[in-house]
Antibody, heavy 126, light 108 residues
């Protein structure tokens, strides 16, 4: 069964860089047709997609965060990472990693964000 | 960016009643809409995808409908474990993928 697990510091100072890692087990990050993404959820608000990547190196980001976000992958460790620079209190949120697919016109449940990791709370504060 | 507006913000019902949750998109998303359930301290769980298809292991009392800009999640005969927050999500026009702000389904 595919499982994802986020890890990283729970507290980051303003203006610094937030760094998180997602470790995937029960499946390979290099699987064709699957993308891997980061999503965050500020307290009491709806989720916000941050960005996604394909193992070949293709990445795409939320335009609202693009200037501050980098997603990278380590296929040897079956992990991928998120870096968000110049953080402020507005970046305080639970950060999730999740898988989603691209099977063209085929209707499949795994085209959507599923599964998700349990999430990790990151607080931006001095 | 496609904005998803959910209504109502809070819905108070009793077990056994029917729940009807709405999601309206700022422009057509075709059928590219999903519904998620989120309980406190947990990640969102996929319920419905492509507007009307149930995800694996989702009970039959959950049903999705709609297309274009107006979508509905119906929960027939609420069970105690159904009281949670529900989000709609679109992947028709990206980036970015977007989510609604949620409907909290609470026990009356």
């Amino acid at each position: 069964q595919l499982q994802l697990q986020e890890s990283g510091p729970g507290l980051v100072k303003p203006s610094e860089t937030l760094s998180l890692t997602c470790t995937v087990s029960g499946g390979s990050i290099s699987s064709s047709s699957y993308y891997w993404g980061w999503i965050r959820q500020p307290p009491g608000k709806g989720p916000e997609w941050i960005g996604s990547f394909y193992y070949s190196g293709y990445t795409y980001y939320n335009p609202s965060l693009k200037s501050r976000v980098t997603i990278s992958v380590d296929t040897s460790k079956n992990q991928f990472s998120l870096k968000l620079s110049s953080v402020t209190a507005a970046d305080t949120a639970v950060y999730y990693c999740a898988r989603h697919g691209d099977f063209g016109m085929v209707i499949r449940h795994d085209n959507w964000f599923d599964p998700w990791g349990p999430g990790t709370l990151v607080t931006v504060s001095s | 960016e496609i904005v998803l507006t959910q209504s109502p913000a809070t819905l108070s019902l009793s077990p056994g009643e029917r729940a009807t949750l709405s999601c309206r998109a700022s422009q057509s998303v075709g059928s590219s809409l999903a519904w998620y359930q989120q309980k406190p301290g947990q990640a969102p769980r996929l319920l419905i995808y492509d507007a009307s298809n149930k995800a694996p292991d989702i009970p039959a009392r959950f049903s999705g409908s709609g297309s274009g800009t107006d979508f509905t999640l119906t929960i027939f005969s609420l069970e105690p474990e159904d009281f949670a927050v529900y989000y709609c999500h679109q992947r028709s026009n990206w980036p970015p993928y977007t989510f609604g702000q949620g409907t909290k389904l609470e026990i009356k």
